[in-house]
């Protein structure tokens, strides 16, 4: 069993950053593919980006690519995602989520394992 914990997120005025961390919990985490998605009101969940086990392989959905960064500190069993030049389209609720095997998934059924979520507030 995996747990993870997002922090980070908040109110932020547009063109500024926020770096969002989630922490997980578990021994394995240095084997996981871990994945951020997001959710505006009214909107389905959307993927974000996604890092690989080594944090070697990264991938961005095209809203985001060039503007958002993952990271990953196996040592300290946390995942990053550094936003910048944030828009107020970018305003959701952010999430974080495992996926127990060391290739990324863009999907949503392709995780195991998923945080509570924190919001990312972006005013115009």
Not at 1 to 26: I, T
Not at 92 to 103: E, G, I, N, P, S
């Amino acid at each position: 069993q995996v747990q993870l914990v997002e922090s980070g997120g908040g109110l932020v005025q547009a063109g500024g950053s926020l770096r969002l961390s989630c922490a997980a919990s578990g021994r394995t985490f240095g084997t996981y593919c871990m994945g951020w998605f997001r959710q505006a009101p009214g909107k389905e969940r959307e993927f974000v980006g996604a890092i690989n086990w080594s944090g070697g392989v990264k991938y961005y959905a095209d809203s985001v690519k060039g503007r958002f960064t993952i990271s990953k500190d196996n040592a300290k069993n946390t995942v990053y995602l550094q936003t910048g030049s944030l828009k107020f389209e970018d305003t959701a609720v952010y999430y974080c989520a495992a996926r127990a095997r060391v290739d990324i998934s863009t999907l949503e059924r392709g995780y195991d394992y998923w945080g509570q979520g924190t919001q990312v507030t972006v005013s115009s």
